[in-house]
């Protein structure tokens, strides 16, 4: 499974932004690896580099010493509408009324081919095959009287998940769908006797440059940061909220903070569910590194049996730049992780992962627990089987291609060649995604479509009130 992108911005006189927005989007690095691009405003002129590979590949010193601006933008792209082109690499810069805007942008549009046929038609020309650039289209084109009024027109626009930021010459804004799909935080930042704003898809980027958690922007929020402070629109309330439950199960890092409290603690709580479910006799509980470890901490800490470490990742692996054929897949696994033999020999072995997509990756990880000398290889995942596709950002499988599709948890299992295989319940993980919430309020605060079938229903339009709040002096 593969997250759809990260974005950052950050809005501070007196600082060169160009730098925090590097080491930002280092930190945000596991949301996107195929492309990286920052943009930069000095207050007249928007500055823009970007192209294919990490963002270790795409920057160096000298071209960030190019990017000179108080206001910037960055994006890390993983592709899931458009192909993994420089072309579709973000943030996007595009001509305006009020002079250009970079943006950005984490989701998939769900009207996407609607806004592409009604800008084709009213004569404008698409640069670009990828949903973001439509985003920018229909900002640039819905004029308002003021940069409120655009937004607010703009939002009434999109559909589906968008967690977005835009820099013009002279403000920065962030806004989020009406369902909250994936995730946006607002942070404050103090340096050099300077002070700004910062928008993140995670809070673990502000961390990185020492800025502050202030909250998360709230489901059909917009908030437009310039000199006059900072501005929130609020949409009209909805009822239901439908926050990616995989954000939370494996895509956000466990140090970077959803619902008030890290996502390393609900993890951990999912681990603790999972062994109240499924206990069985081993001598200890490893995880898949790296995404599983606090559920792993969880499940050893709930069964009272020895945590350790079965498999060291080899962390210098971004990704598989080749991806193997099939034959190949257990070297690709090989190339990641290396077993422990010795903390394996003659165990019987509980072992704690997020979740299984199609099935190799599970399959040749459990061969090489077994060939490492794993007595019993006991399998425990921390979400129900995952049956349908995602539509809403993340590119995960067809249905054909999802195991759980096909086959019962029974045959899964004998495939996978484990001992016992047994998935976290829907009712558990909704217990454990919210810190004492019960199951009833949980549900509607997620969207679980690829464990349901459920989708969220996406609302067309999204009415859109201008609730000013004071701006807030830096
Ligand atoms: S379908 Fe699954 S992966 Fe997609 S947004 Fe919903 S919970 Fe997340």
Known sequence: MKDKCAVFGVYAPGLRVA?????????LQHR????SGIAVS?????FVHKDMGLVSQVFEEKILEKLDGFIGIGHNRYSTTGRSSLQNAQPFLLESDIGPIALAH???LTNYQDLQKKLIEQGDTLQTTSDSEIIGKIFV???????????VRTLSELSGAFSVVISTKDSLIGFRDALG????????????GSSGWVISSESCALQTIGADFVREVEPGEAVIISKNGVVSLTAAAQKKRAFCIFEKIYFMRPDSISENELIYETRFRMGQELARESFVRADGVMP?????VPAAIGFAYESKLPFFEGLIKNRYIARTFIQPEESLRKIGVRLKFNPLK??????KVIVVDDSIVRGHTTKAIVTLLKESGAEEVHLRITSPPIRHPCNLGIDMATHEELIANKKTVNEICSYLGADSLHYLSLDGLYKSSLKNADIHSARKKFCAACLTGEYPSIPDSQPHSLLQEPALNF
């Open 141 to 151: 084109s819905l004029k308002g009287k003021n940069l409120q009024e655009r937004l």
């Open 19 to 27: 730098n925090l927005i590097y080491f930002s989007l280092f930190a």
């Open 181 to 192: 799909i994936r995730p946006l935080c607002l942070g404050t930042l103090s340096k050099n």
């Open 106 to 108: 984490n989701g998939n």
């Open 288 to 292: 898949i590194p790296d995404s599983s």
């Open 342 to 347: 010795e903390q394996l020999y003659g165990k």
């Open 32 to 35: 996107g690896q195929e492309s």
């Open 42 to 46: 000095d207050g007249e002129r928007l």
